[in-house]
């Protein structure tokens, strides 16, 4: 996994409460054999019209957010349905950070097994980061735990095991894979009914 | 101390990590089908990982074969998955029991088949259905994409220690009563969350006086109540079961030696106990749109309780206070994990021998798989099927969920062996009703459900 320590960015506002994982990709996107190209399906509904066209209203089809790495956004989200889509469209699509309110559990687990950063930030901080210039930057700082815009600073909490992971940009399979003395120790002392 | 089964099997199995966190645990048997592997595979490649057992990962085709022409997959992604299986299988050299081969079938019927499923061991699959290992006195459970991708690299998978349930089923099960009619009548009592964040271990005489293939559908459902893991203690049953199978082990007796070591001292070291008498259990069938929306077969559909039930009876355009016996049939499914070994088959051909099924009835024959058929057939029972006007398929897990062609057309209902009621299950608009083998092959005789204590076989 690439790993993150310091990420400065523009960001994209979306500022709904309890967005479900149902509208970060809908189930019709699920049956596919890939962990990559799901972005362009990333919040179907609200970011399509019903002719398919791009809608030109909604955040991310405007010209001038592209490229934005960190997501600002409501209480709760990603709840509802356990996939781990939800996770790849929003890495896909290029969101490295997102800034919320809180998670669902699976979201959160989801997020740290895939390498994107899941903040969570009071809403006064949330609101103040939403309403930056579009073209602005924000910087956000794991070793120190801190999101930076101008002159403000907001802290923010991290378990130290996912924090570890993130800046060294380990993934699971790589922690486990530094067990390996005592899983081979373990396979060696398994019965033999041969 | 005393401990349950599951303790024992727990602390065998454990790598690093202390109790009450997150544990490291050994992977003994890792099963493997296309629909939810081919992102695993593909991270493995993406960081250039390996395999790291190929002699603990087996693979299988299920969810997406046609049942009719086995080698003509029209869904394009369907075909996608099942093409990448075989790719991915070849690359990292796991074996494959693919389209066609002897061994090939749904997953949870292949692994006990085969011996690969034995007593003692942790066995892991990307499918909830899972659970249906336990039957052996093994921890079987289901895991996500990314839990397989490591297992598949580590041959480990990190887990908390679930607390654990004993349930106490005992009494004789009257005539035509099934083990599908208990883990039913279980959920409908309990609720389909009753089971969640347990070990649930299913013991008493009932238990014992079972088959492994009557303990396999108790626990395959258990899931539906919420039990990621369901067990019953190995005894002579599930040794006589798997010695001689394909990759059984070859010294039996040091093998049985080692698994008498896996039974519960005693019930009070279960987190907690329900009792389960069986002794009047009538046989069940769901209304609904989950399992534990079920009633015994000669009461009525319950009264409306909450929005939930609202929303059900909507969907299956049913009445509360309906008997069941009035609920009409047009499809029967016969198969599934739950409900598609060789005993199911038979009891439902016992039934439908001599009988013709009722006119504006389909009913689909799925066996769980190819040796399932194969040994169907030498003795006959596809003859029994076709006779009664049933369609005799090739196996797979066809319309349990509908990812094939086969699925039931909206509004129709289904009288079905398999394990899930939801909406949209058996196709978009289906209505499912979950019930035994002799059940649903009575139903389709007679277009509607009968209540098989008052039938001869
Ligand atoms: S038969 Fe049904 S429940 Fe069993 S593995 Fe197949 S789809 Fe899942």
């Given at each position: 996994m690439e790993p993150i320590t310091t990420i400065t960015s523009t960001t994209i506002p979306l500022m709904k409460e309890n967005i479900d994982t149902d509208q970060i990709i809908p189930k019709q996107f699920l049956k596919n054999i890939l962990k990559v190209g799901y972005g362009k399906n990333l919040f179907y509904d609200w970011r399509y019209l019903a002719d398919r066209t791009p809608n030109p209203e909604f955040i991310l089809n405007q010209p001038e957010?592209?490229?934005?790495?960190?997501?600002?956004?409501?209480?709760?989200?990603?709840?509802?349905?356990s996939r781990e889509h939800a996770v790849w469209a929003l890495?896909?699509?290029?969101?490295?950070?997102?800034?919320?309110?809180?998670?669902?559990?699976?979201?959160?687990?989801?997020?740290?097994?895939?390498?994107?950063?899941?903040?969570?930030?009071?809403?006064?901080?949330?609101?103040?980061?939403?309403?930056?210039?579009?073209?602005?930057?924000i910087t956000v700082d794991l070793p120190q735990q801190q999101v930076r815009y101008q002159h403000f600073s907001f802290d923010f909490d991290i378990d130290p095991l996912w924090k570890n992971k993130f800046i060294k940009g380990l993934d699971d399979i790589a922690i486990t894979m530094g067990y390996e003395d005592q899983i081979a120790a373990y396979e060696a002392n398994i019965p033999n009914y041969n | 101390m005393k401990q349950t089964m599951f303790d024992k099997l727990w602390d065998r199995h454990v790598?690093?990590?202390?109790?009450?966190?997150?544990?490291?645990?050994?992977?003994?048997?890792?099963?493997?089908?296309?629909?939810?592997?081919?992102?695993?595979?593909?991270?493995?490649?993406?960081?250039?990982?390996?395999?790291?057992r190929t002699d603990k990962t087996f693979a299988t085709m299920d969810h997406n074969v046609p049942t009719t022409d086995i080698f003509n997959v029209k869904d394009a992604i369907s075909r996608k998955q099942i093409e990448t299986l075989a790719r991915n299988a070849k690359e990292f050299g796991i074996r494959l029991a693919g389209m066609g081969h002897a061994d090939q079938g749904i997953i949870h019927v292949i692994g006990p088949q085969l011996g690969l499923t034995q007593p003692g061991m942790v066995v892991v699959c990307g499918d909830s259905h899972t659970a249906t290992h336990g039957a052996f006195g093994s921890i079987a459970f289901g895991i996500g994409t990314s839990e397989v991708e490591h297992v598949l690299a580590t041959q480990t998978i990190w887990q908390t220690k679930p607390k654990t349930m004993g349930i106490h089923v005992h009494g004789r099960l009257p005539h035509g009563v099934y083990a599908k009619d208990i883990i039913m009548g279980i959920i409908a009592r309990e609720g389909v969350a009753f089971g969640t964040g347990y070990a649930v271990e299913l013991y008493g005489d009932t238990i014992e006086n079972m088959s492994m293939e009557e303990r396999m559908t108790l626990c395959n459902m258990g899931i539906e109540g919420g039990a990621k893991m369901c067990n019953v203690k190995p005894d002579q049953t599930t040794f006589d079961y798997v010695a001689g199978r394909k990759y059984a082990p070859k010294n039996m007796k040091r093998a049985i030696a080692d698994w008498k070591q896996y039974y519960t001292d005693s019930p009070e070291a279960f987190d907690k106990v329900i009792d389960f008498d069986v002794h009047k259990l009538a046989p069940f069938v769901s209304w609904g749109t989950n399992p534990g929306m079920s009633v015994p077969v000669d009461e009525k559909l319950p009264e409306i309780k909450n929005a939930d039930d609202q929303k059900a009876f909507d969907y299956v355009g049913l009445r509360p206070g309906q008997p069941v016996l009035d609920i009409p049939i047009q499809y029967a499914f016969f198969g599934s994990c739950t409900n598609g070994r060789l005993s199911d088959l038979k009891i439902a051909a016992n039934v439908l021998k001599g009988h013709h099924i009722a006119a504006g009835v389909t009913a689909l024959v799925v066996p769980g798989s190819r040796a399932v058929k194969e040994a169907a057939e030498k003795m006959g029972i596809d003859q029994i099927f076709k006779n009664a006007g049933c369609e005799w398929r090739e196996p797979g897990c066809s319309a349990c969920l509908g990812m094939n062609p086969d699925q039931v057309p909206a509004g129709l209902h289904c009288a079905s062996t398999s394990n899930r009621n939801f909406e949209g299950r058996q196709g978009a608009g289906s209505r499912t009703h979950l019930a035994s083998p002799a059940m649903v092959a009575y139903a389709a005789i007679n277009g509607h459900f009968v209540d098989i204590r008052k039938e001869e076989v």
């Open positions: 957010r592209q490229g934005a790495q960190i997501l600002v956004t409501g209480d709760n989200f990603g709840c509802g349905s890495k896909d699509f290029g969101f490295k950070v997102i800034i919320a309110g809180g998670y669902s559990d699976i979201f959160y687990m989801n997020s740290t097994k895939n390498g994107v950063l899941a903040i969570i930030l009071p809403e006064e901080q949330r609101r103040i980061l939403a309403q930056i210039p579009t073209d602005a930057k | 790598i690093s990590g202390e109790p009450g966190g997150p544990q490291l645990i050994y992977v003994d048997l890792h099963l493997v089908h296309e629909v939810t592997s081919p992102q695993a595979f593909e991270g493995l490649r993406e960081n250039g990982r390996q395999v790291r």
